[in-house]
């Protein structure tokens, strides 16, 4: 079924979802708890959307989101790579807590996806089994990319799609218009705009390893090339002149760039290559498949909402949308993710509920984690606590609009170093790949990050105040 059957599909249908949504009303009016859906990408950071005020894409669905609910600019990821984070978002811990079957944390994706035993407490309270505790029936669809111990179907997820593309979102929209005895917590994951990664990977692939991931990617592959084209009647001329996003602010490599950044891309044939051999018109290009990769999963995520509204249940479900983490976006002269900068690691997050959170808000103050506050804040919604990492909290105040104390610093890990990120703009990075290097920024006067201030006088205190945060609140012994 594609998009456009779908519809029709649905519009016949109308006569009996209108008499599911009488019968959800009447749901409502005793006391029914909501229905909670957490859609999220792969690999879109923050400024990936056209409410965010980027004028080289069109996203309407998560628009929609934004213009009816609240949408946060200070989110960021656990871990800015994709199995990692997906780790916290099911324990509500960061994945460095848990050891790989090599007895390291789990900071890096081939380790977070070998975590084989979970530490005493961590099954009874992920974020499935608070939900299922609170009598709601889970469903998951989309990408994994999880260890077996964490595996939706291992925690009681009923897994309903494995595609992670528009068949997920066709999947869903039937899940959302069928009836159901229960309140429902399903996570819909899809995989773009994650397939730009495709783009270097094709074109410098050396390794044998590298070479088998390029030639099994025919999908993503097709996907991206999709993405590349130049609008048909459109000249090559004329397409970099009017059409295609330009270089960004912070194109050229981070003065003093940390030798961990180095090591980080040198791991890598792909990224060292592309860094040293795309041209200005190469990465602007990258840009423009970016966006509109991007622009491909909006409409998908247009289809889940399309099926919500025609099925009367709009006013009674929580839509969460996020993603498990960034795109360097050609920034540093990277691509990829992985990085603790700005590009990486800070996230798109938002929350609608029709009557209960007001709508059109902006919240560019409190610091939000993904993988540390999705989970008590479903708990907070589904009438339980949910308690993983003490140091995750529930948004539902901010989402609420209540005067609520918040946090004054956010802990983020990745596998070159941690960071912690003030609620000033501030951040301070201890990297750990090649030896300890330190850094403290500063995104009020820099904020595309193209130099730190770790040896300014001017800047000691703050040094010290980051520096005791980060060694006391959120990464002790490290």
Excluded at 39 to 67: E, H, R
Excluded at 239 to 245: G, I, N, Q, R
Excluded at 448 to 455: A, C, I, L, Q, S
Aim: glycine share 6%; charged share 25%.
């Amino acid at each position: 079924m594609n998009r456009r059957e779908f519809h029709k599909a649905a519009a016949i249908s109308t006569s009996v979802l209108l008499v599911d949504g009488c019968l959800l009303s009447t749901q409502r009016s005793s006391g029914r708890k909501p229905n909670i859906i957490y859609i999220f990408t792969d690999q879109q950071s923050a400024s990936m959307m056209s409410c965010a005020g980027n004028k080289w894409l069109k996203t309407p669905a998560m628009d929609y989101i934004a213009v009816n609910g609240i949408r946060f600019t200070r989110a960021y990821t656990t871990n800015p790579v994709c199995s990692p984070a997906r780790v916290s978002l099911m324990t509500g811990r960061f994945a460095g807590y848990f050891n790989d079957n090599n007895g390291r944390p789990a900071r890096e994706n081939t380790g977070s996806c070998r975590i084989e035993k979970l530490p005493g407490g961590v099954s009874s309270s992920t974020i499935a089994a608070f939900l299922d505790k609170a009598g709601y029936d889970l469903v998951y669809g989309g990408k994994r990319h999880l260890p077996s111990v964490l595996d939706p179907t291992t925690l009681g997820f009923d897994y309903i799609c494995k595609n992670e593309r528009g068949k997920l979102a066709e999947e869903t929209a039937k899940y959302i218009i069928s009836k159901h005895d229960k309140p429902y917590f399903m996570v819909v994951s899809f995989i773009n705009p994650h397939d730009i990664c495709y783009m270097a990977i094709r074109d410098f692939a050396k390794t044998d390893s590298e070479k088998r991931l390029a030639k099994g990617g025919k999908v993503e592959i097709s996907t991206l090339d999709k993405a590349l084209q130049i609008p048909e009647g459109i000249s090559e001329d004329e397409f970099y002149e009017k059409h295609c996003p330009p270089l960004p602010t912070n194109f050229e490599p981070q003065n003093d760039e940390p030798k961990a950044i180095s090591s980080l891309i040198d791991r890598r044939n792909f990224r060292r290559l592309a860094r040293q051999k795309y041209t200005d018109k190469q990465w602007r290009h990258h840009r423009w498949a970016y966006c509109r990769l991007t622009e491909f999963v909006d409409s998908q995520i247009q289809t889940i909402l399309d099926a919500l509204k025609l099925s009367g249940q709009e006013r009674n479900t929580l839509i969460i949308f996020s993603s498990d983490h960034g795109d360097m976006d050609s920034s540093h002269r990277m691509e990829h993710k992985s990085a603790l900068y700005e590009e990486s690691a800070n996230i798109p997050f938002m929350a609608m509920w029709k009557g209960h959170i007001t709508p059109g808000r902006v919240d560019d103050t409190h610091l939000v984690s993904n993988g540390l506050d999705l989970l008590p804040t479903v708990c907070d919604y589904a009438g339980t606590k949910g308690v993983a990492d003490p140091r995750g909290k529930s948004l539902r105040p901010l989402f609420e609009g209540s005067d609520v104390r918040w946090r004054d610093s956010l802990g983020v890990e990745s596998e070159i170093g941690r960071m912690v990120v003030g609620n000033d703009k501030f951040k301070y990075i201890r990297y750990d790949a090649e030896g300890i290097e330190e850094q403290l920024l500063d995104l009020n006067v820099d904020p595309y990050e193209m130099t730190h201030f770790t040896y300014d006088p001017k800047y000691k205190s703050k040094l010290a105040m980051l520096r005791k945060s980060f060694e006391s609140e959120w990464f002790p012994g490290h």
